[in-house]
Nanobody, 115 residues
Framework: QVQLVESGGAMVQAGGSLRLSCAASMSIFSFKKVGWYRQAPGKERAMVATITAGGSADYADSLMGRFAISRDRARNTVYLQMNNLESDDTAVYYC?????????WGQGTQVTVSS
């Protein structure tokens, strides 16, 4: 069974940084695309950043410059580096991968930014 497991969520002060990890149970290059999404309380889930198997990255316009997505082939892991965090970044962050016609979701990791 294919699994994506997120980690790295924490409580951090505004202005701080965090790096989230998404570990896959198979090669991350088997996914057409892997992305990070977030859902804040009372809001819909929204795209944060994605990266294709070919390495093309895409970001939510409002987050470009503060967040960066990357991957490690040897560790089958996709990362989300988050810098200069703001209180509006507080959310549950999910990793998702497009595998064939299916989308695999992780269980999420909580990020809380205190002002």
């Amino acid at each position: 069974q294919v699994q994506l497991v997120e980690s790295g969520g924490a409580m951090v002060q505004a202005g701080g940084s965090l790096r989230l990890s998404c570990a896959a149970s198979m090669s991350i290059f088997s996914f057409k695309k892997v992305g990070w999404y977030r859902q804040a309380p009372g809001k819909e889930r929204a795209m944060v950043a994605t990266i294709t198997a070919g390495g093309s990255a895409d970001y939510a316009d409002s987050l470009m410059g503060r967040f960066a997505i990357s991957r490690d082939r040897a560790r089958n892991t996709v990362y989300l580096q988050m810098n200069n965090l703001e209180s509006d970044d507080t959310a549950v962050y999910y990793c998702a991968g497009a595998l064939g016609s299916a989308v695999v979701w992780g269980q999420g990791t909580q990020v809380t930014v205190s002002s």
